[in-house]
């Protein structure tokens, strides 16, 4: 008697969670691959004069997001700031969280100081970035400008030539830099979070053990502490790939919808770029297009994580 | 005799050792704290740039030489960056969105995270698994159908459209449940036994004790509706219905050319300045939060 009802109730529990997962999770898994395998699947397309329109099952979809002219530099941008910014921000997050677990006073102010950029909306910080790169009023040949930016400034200070890094005639390796240096920014503070927890979790008899043995701070690096905390590094590794191939909303934060210079609209487009732009682009085939995107994004993704996984296997110790 | 003699020479090299590494620990030490010092100032100074431009007049910002401090507060962008982004119609938005996001979610959250961690019903572990590997799925797969369903609700420009498809967040439920089953189930049967009804009990003892989860969770879906941009971006059209973000990078968008700079980081600082102060007060609970969730927002 009581079972029952105990039973009875934990789905009335569970409801609102299942009936909102039904409609805005599991629908939606079903649908996008259908859509993707429905040869130029246009959402809505006859439903006005009340017609429903059988697509031919098939590839086409996948065939025409392959053969999206600018697929390639889609691609190549997409894996270029994952390539650049994952192991940069690891290696650096690995060093600032080392080097505050080292010391005592200050430690928790400068921890704060290192999560800020967390609680930050990356769109609005990327027109801070924008704004430190931006050169406004160039003239007379591109020497003479109003302002060069305070990045510009600075590298005019050190002796060095003012570089066009977003504006219009910029180059696409100066675009890079900046999101670059952006996105390992951004990156820092979870990263650092997450190995500094790790390495405060380290037992500290290791560190006894080795000081009286004499080990040298390097051998204590390379051979305690990074295998240690291995797990940690494995999980914002494969983390900080996933973020990357989903890289979005901080171009739009630098150069807004163009997602590229003026002169070069598109130029920095990625993978979910690409997705948004098909599903809003409202010609024949575009939620087929977008749904066959979305399942090869999640393909990449997938492959990517379980190289990252396999890789993780042999170096990792648990 | 021989042990003496041994004691005063160890002695005298553990000195001679310890001023030594005393020396090179000391070296170590000052170039950790440049290092970290340096860093800091380069996470900082995004922030310390965005002040001091947003205070400058037009032509100060524009003087190809840059100023470090504005030589005159100009306060008047600050009014200017509200009038132009429409900020308050925004903020109340995202407000509205927020808050009502964040309590329908806690509700469903807590229910269903009870039901997995206090109830025994059929096909519980199956239910949750199933939960569990939604989790893998990147969130893109989604948006295409939920775009269309919304649509087809007629649901753009709407509130519901900013609301309804996150209110359950799988994450949230298993963070709740691991924490209401450290929880002794004695409690619970104790409960019973004096005849407290499931929802007294779960508001009674179960939420108090599992407080500093639920201000996590209140918190980054609050800073979820703060920084979410492609979604609302989506779903609303009409300027009156836009979120923060979109209603910022919408309002400011010229990069090139004559864009009002000051005005421009005077409407970023703005729109950053809440989460900063939720920063401040609640650090712990963001920083516990994002630990075990790796997810921004």
């Not at chain 1, 439903?47 to 002219?69: D, H, M, P, R, S």
């Not at chain 2, 003087?63 to 308050?88: K, M, S």
């Amino acid at each position: 008697m009581v079972e029952s009802k105990h039973q009875w109730k934990a789905w009335l529990y569970l409801s609102p969670a299942i009936i909102l997962l039904l409609v805005f999770t599991v629908w939606p898994i079903i649908n996008t691959v259908a859509m993707a395998f429905q040869n130029n699947y246009t959402a809505g397309l006859g439903t006005a004069k009340g017609v429903k329109i059988a697509y031919e099952i098939g590839v086409e979809n996948f065939v025409n997001v392959l053969q999206y002219e600018n697929f390639g530099q889609i691609l190549k941008n997409t894996m270029l700031l994952c390539v650049a910014t994952v192991p940069i921000s690891t290696v650096l997050a690995l060093l600032i969280a080392v080097a505050l677990n080292s010391i005592r006073p200050l430690q928790k102010f400068l921890q704060t100081i290192f999560f800020l950029p967390y609680v930050t909306n990356s769109i609005a910080i990327g027109m801070v970035f924008a704004a430190m790169f931006n050169i406004i009023g160039l003239r007379e040949g591109n020497t003479v400008a109003d302002t060069w930016g305070i990045i510009n400034n600075a590298i005019m200070l050190f002796g060095g030539k003012p570089i066009n890094w977003i504006n219009q005639g910029s180059t696409y390796w100066a675009n890079m830099v900046v999101m670059i240096v952006y996105i390992v920014w951004n990156a820092l503070p979870f990263k650092i979070l997450v190995l500094l927890g790790g390495l405060q979790s380290i037992n500290k008899q290791y560190y006894e053990a080795a000081r009286v043995d004499g080990t040298s701070r390097r051998r204590i690096l390379t051979r305690i502490t990074v295998p240690l905390l291995s797990p940690m590094i494995a999980y914002v590794v494969i983390t900080g790939f996933i973020g990357g191939f989903k890289e979005y909303s901080s171009i739009v934060g630098i150069f807004g919808d163009t997602m590229g210079p003026k002169s070069e609209p598109g130029r920095l487009n990625t993978m979910v770029g690409f997705i948004y732009d098909s599903l809003n682009a409202g010609t024949i085939g575009a939620q087929g297009k977008a749904s066959a995107a979305a399942l090869l994004l999640f393909g990449i993704i997938l492959v990517v994580t379980m190289i990252n996984l396999q890789v993780s296997k042999k170096r990792v110790h648990y | 005799m021989e042990n003496k003699n041994m004691k005063t020479l160890t002695a005298k090299d553990l000195q001679q050792v310890s001023t030594a590494s005393r020396v090179m620990g000391i070296l170590v030490k000052i170039g950790t704290y440049a290092f970290l010092i340096a860093m800091a100032l380069i996470v900082l100074f995004p922030f310390y740039w965005m002040i001091i431009s947003s205070l400058k007049s037009t032509a100060e910002y524009r003087r190809n030489i840059p100023t470090f401090w504005p030589e005159q507060f100009v306060f008047a962008n600050y009014a200017q960056a509200f009038e132009e982004g429409n900020l308050w119609q925004l903020f109340k938005n995202t407000a509205f969105v927020g808050v009502v996001s964040t309590i329908l979610s806690l509700v469903i959250t807590i229910l269903s995270a009870f039901a997995f961690a206090r109830l025994e019903f059929k096909g519980k572990d199956l239910m949750f698994g199933a939960l569990l590997a939604t989790m893998m799925i990147p969130g893109e797969l989604f948006t295409i159908t939920n775009y269309l369903t919304v649509t087809n609700l007629k649901w753009i420009d709407t509130f519901a459209a900013l609301i309804v498809p996150f209110l359950v967040s799988v994450f949230y439920i298993y963070l709740l449940k691991q924490n209401f089953m450290q929880i002794p189930n004695e409690l619970y049967l104790a409960a019973k036994v004096d005849g407290t009804s499931d929802l007294k009990y779960l508001w009674k003892v179960m939420i108090p004790l599992a407080l500093p989860t639920l201000i996590s969770i209140t918190i980054l879906k609050m800073m979820g509706a703060w920084n979410s941009y492609i979604w609302p971006k989506l779903v609303t059209k009409k300027e009156s219905m836009m979120l923060v973000t979109n209603g910022l990078r919408n309002a400011f968008t010229s990069v090139d050319g004559q864009a009002n700079i000051p005005v421009q980081m005077a409407a970023v600082a703005i729109v950053s300045a809440p989460l900063f102060m939720v920063f401040l007060f609640l650090r712990k609970y963001i920083m516990a939060g994002v630990s075990r969730s790796g997810i921004k927002g």
